[in-house]
């Protein structure tokens, strides 16, 4: 992905947020490593919110970028790899700053990195993840996580749920909210202005007429005829095991996956290293690396930062792109 400053820029720098997450996991690390192998943008301020004894273990001398270090996290007898309350809340304060900042025009995007799930339900967090949290601070009703990488992109109907509340969790009205916040981030994030989506079905088969399944023809087929009123570049339902083959060789610019894992099993295939997570319908762009907090191999030295550099490029070209459709 290479990035090219847009001329409206050239007066400001584009201010991007990075929270460190949870401080036991490999967030330090990685976020170095991807700030130092990002260093050339020069017109971009790097803004990271979280505690300095931490970041500092792996910040090599000269690796200059902004730091808000809240001081959460004590010294003694700190350990990488453990799921504590404190790491927690730590994790938390670093997001709920940078929502603060957001909401004060102090940040032009914000990239979030991995907190623990694990850790987050020991102090009460009631919230799946930053996607939800997000949309909640920010009084968004319509958001939808968008799934890439360097080959695919791919929008969830439903994210972290069950696999047998999926069929019943699905309805026209989830399924048309995805397919407009991804036509809309595609024209507005990614420059393209005429995008091909494509969805995908629940069944295997697209069911073949009802015999495994009634959703394509009950909720799915119907919500894609609503959608081609007022977009005919829309197409499916079609077989997950033949359509994501169709995108990687350019045919549709996103599919519409119903559940987690009908899209995450063929993006993590295709190519993990260069996987990012985008939120689509928040006020501002918000991106994250496409793992967690890996706490098996935190401290190590030998996380690998990919994702994260690809998700701090791709903040930047979707605030570009955004930014040149509102002049």
């Not at 170095?32 to 273990?57: H, T, W």
């Not at 938390?92 to 694990?118: F, G, H, N, R, W």
């Not at 009631?126 to 695919?152: P, Q, S």
């Not at 009123?229 to 829309?234: E, M, V, W």
Request: hydrophobic share 45%; charged share 25%; with cysteine.
């Amino acid at each position: 992905m290479k990035l090219r400053i847009n001329p409206i820029l050239k007066s400001e720098k584009i201010k991007v947020g990075l929270t460190l997450g949870d401080p036991a996991g490999i967030g330090a690390e990685i976020l170095v490593k991807a700030l130092r192998k990002l260093s050339y943008l020069k017109k971009v301020e790097f803004i990271v919110i979280g505690d300095s004894f931490v970041i500092n273990i792996f910040k090599p001398k000269g690796l200059d970028f902004k730091l808000i270090d809240l001081k959460n996290v004590s010294k003694n007898n700190f350990s990488f790899g453990k799921v504590k309350k404190e790491y927690a809340k730590a994790s938390i304060d670093y997001l709920e700053k940078a929502v603060q900042m957001i909401k004060q025009d102090l940040l032009d995007c914000l990239v979030t990195l991995p907190i623990s799930k694990e850790a987050t339900d020991k102090i009460g967090f009631k919230w799946r993840g930053h996607t939800d949290y997000l949309a909640e601070r920010f009084k968004v009703k319509d958001y939808a996580m968008m799934l890439l990488n360097k080959y695919i992109r791919i929008s969830l109907v439903t994210t972290h749920i069950a696999l047998k509340d999926v069929s019943k969790s699905l309805n026209k009205d989830s399924i048309l909210k995805t397919i407009f916040l991804t036509e809309y981030a595609l024209i507005n994030w990614f420059n393209i202005k005429k995008p091909n989506l494509a969805v995908c079905s629940l069944n295997p088969h697209a069911s073949d007429g009802g015999l495994m399944g009634r959703e394509e023809e009950e909720i799915i087929i119907p919500a894609i005829r609503i959608a081609k009123r007022k977009k005919k570049s829309i197409f499916g339902p079609f077989s997950s095991d033949s359509l994501f083959l169709k995108a990687k060789e350019g045919f549709f610019d996103a599919v519409i996956a119903m559940y987690h894992d009908q899209a995450l099993i063929p993006l993590k295939i295709l190519d993990f290293s260069s996987g990012v997570n985008l939120t689509l319908g928040l006020p501002f762009i918000r991106t994250s690396p496409l793992h967690g907090t890996a706490f098996d191999i935190a401290g190590r030295g030998i996380a690998s930062e990919a994702s994260l550099v690809e998700a701090i490029k791709l903040a930047v070209k979707c605030y570009i792109n955004q930014k040149r459709c509102e002049t």
